[in-house]
Every structure is written in C-alpha cells, then in structure tokens.
C-alpha cells in the first residue's frame, strides 16, 4: 500500500515507519517536526520513504499529502497531558481541527483506510479500579488531551455505514520503551531514567493503576489492523497493550530499583484520588487479530537502563527528550 503516515517522525511514529518500509509499503510522513527530524535519517535512504514538512492546520498541504493514498495512520498530535494542558487552543487546533480536517480531506481523495490513534486515558478515572474496562466502557476525558481524542473518535465512529473509509480506532496504553524520538516524560522511561541519574524519584500516588505498551508493540498493533481486510477493521475500537501489563506506580518503581544505585532514593507522596486511575482489558485485539505484546514492562526497564548507562545520550534534561 501506499501510506500516509502523520507524526512520523515521533516517539511511535520512529518505530512504526522502518516496520512499514520493511514490509514494502510506500510511506509519505507528514510531520511538523516540533520535536526535531532526527528520527527519521535511519530511514531516510529508503526508497520507500517520502517526507512532508507540514503542520496538521495547513489544509493546503494535506490536501496535497494525501493524493494517491491508500490508507492514513494517523499520529501526529500535541501529545499529552502537560502538553495540551499548557497551550489548550493550539492543542485542540492541532489534535480536533487539524484531524477533522485530514478527515474530510482523506474522504474526498477517495482513501481506503484510516488508523487513528487514540489513548486509554479516555477512560479517565473508572467507578471501580478493581475492575477491568473494555472498548464498550463509559468515557470520562478529565484532560485535554482525553477530550481531544474523545471528539475524533465520535467523528470516526459516525462515519455512515458503508462509508468507503474504514476508520479503525486504536486506545494505546501508556508507551515505554527505546525510539528514535526518545523520550523521557513517560512513566516507565521516566522512573527509569530518574533514579539511574538522578539518584531521586518522586512518585505521586503509589497505587493508582494504569496500562503500560512497549512502542514496539504499539506500532505492531498499527501493523495488524492494516492487514485485516476493510470491512473487519470499518468502526472498530481496540485497546493496544496487555492485560497482564496494567500495574501500579509503586510496582514500577519495585521493577525499576535492581537497575538503580542503592543510594537512589524514593518518595512516595500520598494522594487519595488521582484524576486518573483504570485497568484496562485487552481480550478484544487479541481475539479479533490474533495480537499480543512480545515485550514486557520489565524489559523495557532493561532497554531504557542499558540505554541511560550507554553514554549514548548525555543530556536527560533536554527538551528534545519531553513533549
């Protein structure tokens, strides 16, 4: 197929791009490269590949972007809560506008396939964190972020029956892992890399679930979903991660501690809410497509501390590691 990969250049758009090429897929990234371009100079010879330096606002240049395309992966995004939270007008210009955009834009060019992705954080905070959710459960965005991707999921899941795009939402647990577009603002890379350089992590709300994805598995599950036929993957809903991978933040931090100096230090600040806080389950993606996780928290833990130990990367603190 011919794709147009949006966010190509970020921290799972870096990991999916080489699967996709290897596969021999064409591939068109579009990105705005917020974040920098270097992720992509490993691919950058491939013939595969074609790139477009644009943002998801210039109508003009999607417009342009997505001629000839067979299917949309679509990734690009002011990405996170802190982010969107900080400047919540660009956010949602960028994450609703700009995507119901490629939408319409991606409809009138005659496109076959959308892959949007979308976030376990639509969740929120769940009336029983004992419980597992599925793709059915209520939606509760406490976010920005959340709420972005809750209105273009209603788009997407409102197309008309029928509709020659198939639209196919993926909700990813929460990303960890090594990627071209590193980045060290996510929980299990964070942890990791806190205690091994900085000797010191502070840890608000110890027990407090979440569901964990290594950006590998994240950009196979892009993977399965293309290589199901159209009408399997027209308005379906999957979560992306494992089941045996939702954890608390104290047990993070108890995965985290045998790669660590033993003077590093914890501290556990107590809160008796979280605005966010759910198990997910991921049965649906596994009996639809056949798809599992090939990696673990644990060794992810692993990659990101053989990576902090390298002296590949001599910066932790610079912007270019955060969203």
């Given at each position: 197929?011919k794709?147009?990969?949006?966010g190509g ?13 290897g596969?021999?897929?064409r591939?068109r990234v579009?990105d ?5 371009g270097?992720?992509?100079?490993g691919?950058?010879?491939n013939p595969g590949?074609?790139?477009v330096?644009a943002?998801?606002?210039d109508?003009?240049?999607v417009?342009?972007?997505v001629?000839g395309v067979d299917?949309?992966?679509?990734l690009a995004?002011?990405?996170?809560d ?10 949602r ?6 995507s119901r955009?490629?939408?319409a834009?991606?409809?009138e ?5 959308f892959?949007f992705a979308?976030?376990?954080?639509n969740y929120g ?5 004992e ?5 059915s459960?209520e939606?509760?965005?406490?976010s920005?972020?959340?709420e972005?991707?809750?209105?273009m999921e209603?788009?997407?899941?409102g197309?008309p029956a029928?509709?020659?795009l198939?639209a196919?939402?993926l ?8 990627s071209?577009r ?7 890379n ?13 840890v608000f709300?110890?027990?407090f679930?979440r ?12 993977l ?10 027209a308005?379906q ?11 608390r933040?104290q047990?993070?931090v ?6 660590a100096?033993?003077?590093?230090q914890?501290?556990l600040?107590?809160?008796?809410e979280?605005?966010r806080?759910?198990r997910?389950?991921?049965a649906k993606?596994?009996?639809a ?6 990696r673990s928290?644990?060794?992810g833990i692993?990659?990101v501390a ?8 001599r910066?932790?603190n610079d912007?270019?590691?955060r969203?």
């Amino acid at each position: 197929m011919k794709i147009l990969l949006t966010g190509g250049a970020g921290y799972v758009g870096s990991v999916t791009l080489p699967l996709l090429l290897g596969l021999g897929h064409r591939v068109r990234v579009l990105d705005s490269l917020l974040h920098g371009g270097r992720s992509l100079l490993g691919a950058w010879g491939n013939p595969g590949l074609e790139f477009v330096r644009a943002d998801l606002r210039d109508a003009e240049a999607v417009k342009a972007a997505v001629v000839g395309v067979d299917a949309v992966v679509h990734l690009a995004a002011i990405v996170g809560d802190p982010a969107c939270a900080r400047d919540p007008e660009p956010a949602r210009a960028v994450n609703l506008d700009g995507s119901r955009s490629l939408l319409a834009l991606a409809r009138e060019a005659g496109v076959r396939r959308f892959v949007f992705a979308s976030t376990c954080s639509n969740y929120g905070r769940t009336r029983d964190p004992e419980t597992f959710v599925d793709e059915s459960a209520e939606l509760r965005p406490l976010s920005v972020y959340a709420e972005t991707k809750v209105a273009m999921e209603r788009e997407l899941l409102g197309l008309p029956a029928g509709d020659r795009l198939a639209a196919t939402v993926l909700r990813f647990a929460t990303v960890f892992g090594v990627s071209p577009r590193m980045r060290f603002d996510l929980t299990v890379n964070e942890f990791t890399m806190e205690l091994l350089v900085k000797k010191r992590l502070v840890v608000f709300g110890e027990r407090f679930w979440r569901p964990y994805v290594h950006v590998r598995d994240a950009a196979r599950a892009i993977l399965a979903v293309l290589d199901i036929p159209p009408s399997m993957a027209a308005g379906q809903v999957f979560n992306v991660g494992s089941t045996e991978q939702n954890h608390r933040k104290q047990e993070l931090v108890d995965m985290v501690r045998p790669h660590a100096p033993a003077d590093a230090q914890v501290e556990l600040v107590k809160r008796e809410e979280d605005p966010r806080d759910y198990r997910v389950s991921f049965a649906k993606i596994w009996n639809a497509l056949g798809f599992s996780c090939t990696r673990s928290v644990e060794e992810g833990i692993r990659e990101v501390a053989t990576l902090v130990r390298s002296g590949a990367i001599r910066d932790f603190n610079d912007p270019e590691f955060r969203n």
